[in-house]
C-alpha cells in the first residue's frame, strides 16, 4: 500500500530501492495529475514540502483534504471559541463521506491486492477525511461534553437531561458513528490509511467517555491482535495503543498478555526473527511507558523469557526501558524497588555496547525519574569509553552531574539539598562552557536548571524556617522577621511558578507533548509549595502573586493530572493540610516537613527535551500606523494627537522552518502591546533642566508599565496567510506565511513621548500560547503624543 501519504522518513529509506526497480509513487492513476504550480497556491504548504521531498507529483486527493484540514483550522483557530454550527455540520459530513468510502471498501474483492484495495477509493481519499476529522475533534471538546453522561437514575432526570442536552446528544452519536467506521478501517492493509485511523482514534477515546466506549475499545483489541498476527511492525498504531493503554487498565492489561504470550511461545523456535522479538518488546515498552500498572504482573515472566532467549541490542534496549518503566511505578507506588528488578537491568545494560543505544537508554532513565541507572550508564560506559571529543565529554559530565543532584535528592530528602545544589552549579558552569565550544542554543536547558536550583534554594530556607517553628513552638507575631520570611517564602514559590509558565510559553512550541507536561508539572508543585506555606505558616495572608502566576498560564494548563505527583499533592491537600489549620505550630511544622519529603521522594519527571539543543527562527516585524490621525514625524516613529485613538499595523512573516520545527498545530498568531512613558515633549524655550516635566499625572501613570510587563488586557488576534513566496522587512525573499494585525490604542491623556512594544504568540487548538521570538533588530517604535 505504498501512496504520496506515507511518512518522509519511511518513504526515503526505501527511495534506492524503488529506483532500481523503477517504480515511483503512483497511487492516483484513476485521476489525471495535474501540475504542481497549478494547486499551489490553494493548498496547505506542508503538502508542497512532502511532494518535494518524495520528488513526485502532486496528488490532489491529499491537496483537497489539507484544503479541508486548512478550513477547519483557520475557521475555528481554537476550542474555547469555535463555531458550533459549523463544527456540526462538518462533523455531520464528514461522518457520511467516511461511511461510503468505507462502504467501497468493503463492496471490493477480499481477495484482491493491497495496491487495488488502495484504488478503490484511492486511498489518499479516505486518509485525507481522516486527518480532516482528526483536526475537528480538536474543536468538538467542550467542558458540557467532558462532563455530559448518558446514565442517570430515574426517569426524572432522564427527561430532563435529554430536553437539555438534544443537541449534544447527538453530537454524540454521530461522533460514535464516524469512530465505528475508523475502527474497521485499522484491517487495511495500505500504512497510511492504519496510520490516520489511529491519529484519529487517539483523540477521539482521549477525549470521550471512557464508560461509554469500552465496547469500542473491545472492537479495537480485536483489530490490533489481527494486525499483530499479521506484521510487528506496527508503527502507525502507536498513537491508539498508547492512549488506549493510558485510560483503560484492562486494555493495557490484554494486549500486555497476548504480547507476551506470544513471545513466552515462540522464544524457543530458531525461526523466529529478531524483528519479531524487537517489535513484540517494543509494543510491550510503550504500553509500560504508558500504564506500568498492567506491565508489571508479568515482569516476573519478561524476566524468565530475557534469561532463556538470545536478544539481539535492539531487543535487549527495549527489554531495559520495560524495566524501567516498571521500576518508577514500584517506587512511586510503594518507596521501594525490588533489587531482583534493579539487578537484572544492569545485567541487561551489560549486554549493550552500542553508544547511541545506551545514550536513548539514559534518556529514558531520566524521563522515569531511573536517575540510579542513568548515573550508572553515564559513569560505566558512557563518559570512560563513548566520549569521541571534548563536547560530548562535557555534554555527558553535565547530564551526569544533574543525575548526581536528582539521585542524592530522591534518596536522603531535604538532607541533601546543599550537595544537589553544588552539583548543579557544577552542571550550569559546565554548560556555559559547552555553549561555548559548540555554538548552539542553550537557553532552555540554562533556565531550567536555574529553575530547578531556585526551587532548591528555597526548599532549603523552608527547611530552617520548620526546624526553627519546631523548636520555638511559635508562629510569630506580625511585623516581626519570621512573619515576614514566612510570608516573603510564599511569594518566592508563587514567582517562580510564574517563571515555569513563561518558560513554557518560551519554549512550549518547539518541545515535546511530554516536555511541556513536565514544566507544568513543576509548575504545580511551586504552585503546590506557596499555597501550603500560606495555610501552615501562621495563616500568612495570600500573596498578589497567587492569582498572577495563576493567570500566566491560564485555565487550560492544568498538568498531567494522571500523573502520580498530582494525585498525591491532591490527596495530601484535604486531608493533611486543609486538616491542621487549628493545630500548634509545632505540629504544623513538622507537617510541612513530611510534605517537603514525601514530594523529595517522588521525583519529578525529567523533561524530554532537555536532550536537544533546538532554537525557533527569528521573525522580522514591522509597525506602522494606519489612522489618518496619525502620521510619521523627526522625532518619533508615528504621532498621534492627545486624547484621539489610533491604530497601529503590526505586520511580518512567519517562516516555513517556524512550522518545521514547531510541535503544536496553530493558525492564529495573536499580539500584546505595552506602553512605557519616555518623556515629555521638549519645546523652544524649555529650560534643560527638565526633572519637573519629567513628572507624569495620576492618569498616564495607570497607563504606563514597567518594560517587562505586557498588558494582557486585551489581545489582537491574526490568521496566517497561505504559504507563499514573500519579501520581508529587509527585501529578502522568504517562504513563509504573512501575517498582518491591526492594534488598536486607547486615546493617550498626556503629551509625551511613549514607547510601545508588540509581543507576538502562536495559539495552538487548545488555547494555549507561545511566543514568537523577534528578531534583535526590532527595538519597539517611539509614539510622539502632542
Same mark, same amino acid.
Given at each position: 500500500g505504498e501512496n504520496c501519504r506515507r511518512n518522509v522518513k519511511r518513504a526515503k529509506t526505501k527511495m534506492k530501492k524503488q529506483f532500481i526497480q523503477q517504480r515511483f509513487y503512483d497511487p492516483c492513476n484513476d485521476i489525471a495529475i495535474p501540475s504542481p504550480s497549478s494547486v499551489s497556491a490553494m493548498i496547505y504548504h506542508q503538502q508542497k514540502i512532502r511532494c518535494h521531498e518524495l520528488d513526485k507529483p502532486?496528488?490532489? =486527493?491529499?491537496?483537497?483534504? #489539507?484544503?479541508?484540514r486548512d478550513l477547519i483550522l483557520r475557521y475555528n483557530g481554537a476550542r474555547h471559541y469555535a463555531d458550533i454550527a459549523f463544527t456540526s455540520q462538518a462533523l455531520a459530513e464528514l461522518t457520511a463521506a467516511v461511511?461510503?468510502?468505507?462502504?467501497?471498501?468493503? +463492496?471490493?474483492? $477480499?481477495?484482491?491486492?493491497?495496491?487495488?484495495?488502495?484504488?478503490?477509493?484511492?486511498?489518499?481519499? !479516505?486518509?485525507?477525511?481522516?486527518?480532516?476529522?482528526? &483536526? @475537528?475533534? =480538536?474543536?468538538? !471538546?467542550?467542558?458540557? *461534553?467532558?462532563?455530559?453522561? @448518558?446514565? /442517570?437514575?430515574?426517569?426524572?432526570d432522564r427527561e430532563e437531561h435529554n430536553c437539555l442536552d438534544e443537541g449534544q446528544l447527538l453530537e454524540i452519536g454521530m461522533k460514535d458513528a464516524l469512530i465505528q467506521c475508523s475502527i474497521q478501517l485499522l484491517y487495511s492493509p495500505n500504512y497510511c490509511i492504519v496510520s490516520s485511523v489511529s491519529s484519529f482514534l487517539a483523540i477521539g477515546f482521549a477525549y470521550s467517555d471512557r464508560n461509554r466506549l469500552q465496547h469500542l475499545i473491545a472492537q479495537v483489541f480485536q483489530s490490533l491482535e489481527k494486525q499483530i498476527t499479521k506484521s510487528w511492525d506496527i508503527f502507525p498504531c502507536y498513537d491508539i495503543i498508547a492512549i488506549l493503554s493510558r485510560i483503560s487498565v484492562s486494555f493495557a492489561s490484554s494486549i500486555t498478555a497476548s504480547l507476551i504470550g506470544t513471545l513466552d511461545a515462540t522464544h524457543n523456535k530458531q525461526t523466529c526473527k529478531d524483528q519479531t522479538k524487537v517489535g513484540a518488546l517494543k509494543l510491550i515498552a510503550l504500553v509500560a511507558q504508558s500504564q506500568p500498572k498492567a506491565v508489571c504482573k508479568y515482569i516476573d515472566i519478561l524476566i524468565k523469557v530475557s534469561k532463556t532467549t538470545n536478544f539481539d541490542e535492539q531487543s535487549y534496549s527495549q527489554l531495559c526501558a520495560i524495566f524501567c518503566s516498571c521500576r518508577c511505578y514500584l517506587l512511586l507506588l510503594h518507596g521501594i524497588c525490588s533489587s531482583i528488578h534493579r539487578r537484572q537491568t544492569d545485567e541487561v545494560i551489560q549486554s549493550i555496547s552500542s553508544g547511541w543505544l545506551l545514550f536513548k537508554l539514559m534518556k529514558h532513565a531520566f524521563c522515569t525519574t531511573n536517575f540510579d541507572i542513568a548515573q550508572d550508564i553515564l559513569g560505566k560506559q558512557l563518559l570512560r569509553t563513548m566520549s569521541s571529543s571534548s563536547k560530548s565529554y562535557l555534554w555527558y559530565t553535565i547530564l551526569s552531574k544533574i543525575a548526581q543532584? %536528582?539521585?542524592?535528592?530522591?534518596?536522603?530528602?531535604?538532607?541533601?539539598?546543599?550537595?544537589?545544589?553544588? *552539583?548543579? #552549579?557544577?552542571?550550569?558552569?559546565?554548560?556555559?562552557s559547552l555553549a561555548a565550544l559548540a555554538s548552539c542554543s542553550i537557553m532552555f536547558q540554562y533556565e531550567l536548571l536555574c529553575q530547578r536550583k531556585d526551587f532548591l534554594s528555597l526548599c532549603l530556607s523552608l527547611r530552617g524556617m520548620c526546624a526553627e517553628m519546631k523548636l520555638t513552638n511559635l508562629e510569630g507575631d506580625h511585623h516581626t522577621r519570621t512573619r515576614k520570611h514566612q510570608s516573603n517564602l510564599a511569594d518566592c514559590f508563587f514567582l517562580l511558578a510564574s517563571n515555569y509558565a513563561k518558560l513554557n510559553k518560551k519554549y512550549g512550541a518547539i518541545q515535546c507533548r511530554q516536555t511541556r507536561a513536565s514544566i507544568r508539572t513543576m509548575y504545580s508543585v511551586c504552585r503546590f509549595m506557596g499555597s501550603a506555606i500560606q495555610q501552615i505558616f501562621c495563616e500568612a495572608s495570600k500573596s498578589p502573586h497567587s492569582k498572577f502566576c495563576s493567570d500566566q498560564m491560564g485555565q487550560v494548563l492544568k498538568g498531567n493530572t494522571g500523573n502520580i505527583l498530582y494525585?498525591?499533592? *491532591? +490527596?495530601?491537600?484535604?486531608? @493533611? !493540610?486543609?486538616?491542621?489549620?487549628?493545630?500548634?505550630?509545632?505540629?504544623?511544622?513538622?507537617?510541612? *516537613?513530611?510534605?517537603? %519529603?514525601?514530594?523529595?521522594?517522588? $521525583?519529578?519527571?525529567?523533561?524530554?527535551?532537555?536532550?536537544?539543543f533546538k532554537s525557533l527562527p527569528k521573525i522580522q516585524i514591522e509597525i506602522n500606523a494606519s489612522d489618518e490621525r496619525s502620521n510619521q514625524s523627526e522625532s518619533s516613529d508615528v504621532e498621534v494627537q492627545v486624547g484621539s485613538p489610533f491604530v497601529l499595523v503590526a505586520s511580518g512573516i512567519l517562516p516555513e522552518q517556524f512550522f518545521k520545527k514547531s510541535h503544536i498545530s496553530f493558525s492564529q498568531i495573536v499580539a500584546y502591546r505595552s506602553f512605557t512613558y519616555?518623556?515629555? /515633549?521638549?519645546?523652544?524655550?524649555?529650560?534643560?533642566?527638565?526633572?519637573?516635566?519629567?513628572?507624569? #499625572?495620576?492618569?498616564?501613570? %495607570?497607563?504606563? /508599565?514597567?518594560?517587562?510587563?505586557? %498588558?494582557? #488586557?486585551?489581545?489582537?488576534?491574526?490568521?496566517?496567510? $497561505? &504559504?507563499?513566496? =514573500?519579501?520581508?522587512v529587509k527585501g529578502m525573499p522568504v517562504m513563509g506565511s504573512k501575517f498582518s494585525i491591526p492594534v488598536s490604542c486607547e486615546p493617550l491623556l498626556q503629551e509625551g513621548y511613549y514607547y510601545l512594544e508588540v509581543s507576538l504568540f502562536v495559539r495552538d487548538l487548545c488555547g494555549e500560547e507561545y511566543l514568537i521570538p523577534i528578531d534583535d533588530d526590532y527595538e519597539g517604535i517611539m509614539i510622539l503624543c502632542k
Open positions: 502532486l496528488c490532489v =486527493h491529499c491537496a483537497i483534504g #489539507d484544503i479541508l461511511a461510503t468510502m468505507l462502504g467501497l471498501v468493503q +463492496k471490493s474483492s $477480499p481477495n484482491a491486492e493491497p495496491n487495488n484495495i488502495s484504488r478503490l477509493p484511492t486511498s489518499c481519499v !479516505i486518509a485525507s477525511l481522516l486527518d480532516a476529522s482528526t &483536526a @475537528l475533534f =480538536h474543536f468538538l !471538546i467542550s467542558p458540557s *461534553s467532558l462532563n455530559l453522561e @448518558l446514565t /442517570v437514575e430515574n426517569e426524572g543532584a %536528582e539521585l542524592a535528592l530522591s534518596e536522603g530528602g531535604s538532607t541533601y539539598i546543599p550537595g544537589a545544589l553544588s *552539583s548543579l #552549579d557544577s552542571a550550569i558552569n559546565i554548560l556555559q494525585k498525591l499533592m *491532591s +490527596k495530601l491537600n484535604k486531608e @493533611l !493540610i486543609e486538616r491542621i489549620a487549628d493545630s500548634t505550630p509545632k505540629f504544623r511544622a513538622e507537617a510541612m *516537613s513530611e510534605i517537603m %519529603e514525601v514530594l523529595f521522594k517522588f $521525583p519529578m519527571p525529567f523533561p524530554r527535551g532537555f536532550f536537544s519616555d518623556g515629555p /515633549v521638549m519645546r523652544d524655550g524649555d529650560n534643560e533642566d527638565t526633572s519637573n516635566n519629567a513628572t507624569i #499625572d495620576e492618569s498616564c501613570q %495607570e497607563l504606563s /508599565v514597567p518594560n517587562d510587563a505586557i %498588558e494582557r #488586557d486585551e489581545e489582537f488576534p491574526s490568521e496566517l496567510l $497561505p &504559504a507563499y513566496n =514573500h519579501i520581508d
